[in-house]
């Protein structure tokens, strides 16, 4: 009879692995850790088949080469951004993901945030808060309907917001240059990105990290949009380039920025609350405090 293979799960969120061990029950032992950095579960995998991941890492080249045994690195979520994939090619390791992940979770939580631009939603929360009772304050408001979103990228996450967007009577653009005009049957004009940042009231970002798309919102990019535009980032934080954002928002050059915290930026902002950067407590001022 083989031996079971080891299987490492660096960390995980949720409060039963059960899944897990039914699905690897006579094939695998697991280990399960609750990790945050390599250097936390590299004593467990050092001799592991295969690492199942959520948030911990970055795998880097010289993580790999410290599993020498493992041939598979499985991503929870969508995003394979923390694990170096041209180093898991040399080493022969394969890398997986999971690319249905949370899409209509996301995709309604984009359009949540859409409409607390549109609606000033957190503007009026803190006022009432605060024992004042004005609408004047918070102006202008506008409807979504009529309005134009662009969408920077239009993978599975962003055509759900489209469908969403299409239903609240939004015009919407998209950027994406993987997606032919027509290819899926959801909302959508294809435009290029200068266009979509020129003619949008609403963007909302929703692609991959890559060499191409980190720091994609910049300077030139931000210059582009509507003063009146928002910006939403529902994807990972390096997609714009925070000091920009901040600049843009310093110069009114748009209105304002939300963001979805569950990526990079989230640290930046946990890293404001308790030891203020200049530049990290100034976006944390713009988006929570404007």
Request: proline letters at 6%; one cysteine or more; a negative charge.
């Amino acid at each position: 009879m083989a031996a079971k293979a080891k299987v490492v799960l660096t960390d995980y969120v949720w409060e039963s692995i059960d899944v897990e061990k039914k699905i690897l029950a006579g094939l695998a032992d697991i280990v399960a850790m609750k990790t945050k950095k390599p250097e936390e579960f590299i004593a467990q995998a050092g001799d592991c088949d295969a690492l199942l991941n959520t948030y911990a890492g970055p795998i880097t080249a010289e993580v790999m080469a410290k599993m020498p045994k493992c041939r598979i690195i499985a991503r929870y979520g969508i995003g394979v951004d923390t694990i170096d994939l041209e180093a898991a090619t040399r080493a022969g390791i394969i890398v997986t993901n999971n690319p249905g992940y949370c899409v209509e979770e996301v995709a309604e939580h984009a359009m949540a945030l859409l409409l607390a631009c549109a609606r000033k939603i957190a503007f009026y929360d803190r006022l009432v808060r605060a024992g004042r009772w004005e609408v004047p304050p918070g102006k202008p408001l506008f409807r979504l309907a009529g309005s134009t979103l662009g969408l920077v990228g239009f993978g599975h996450i962003g055509r759900q917001v489209a469908v969403r967007a299409g239903a609240f009577g939004m015009r919407v653009l998209y950027f994406d240059p993987f997606v032919k005009q027509g290819q899926y049957d959801v909302p959508g004009t294809s435009a290029e990105l200068k266009d979509l940042l020129r003619q949008s009231d609403l963007v909302s970002l929703h692609p991959p990290l890559g060499p191409q798309t980190r720091r994609m919102i910049n300077d030139e990019t931000l210059a582009l949009m509507k003063p009146t535009a928002f910006l939403v980032n529902c994807a990972r934080g390096p997609v714009v380039d925070t000091d920009a954002l901040v600049r843009a928002l310093d110069a009114k050059k748009i209105e304002a920025m939300e963001a979805a915290i569950a990526s990079e930026i989230a640290e930046a902002f946990e890293f404001a609350i308790a030891s203020p950067d200049p530049v990290e407590a100034d976006l944390y001022k713009h988006v929570y405090a404007e």
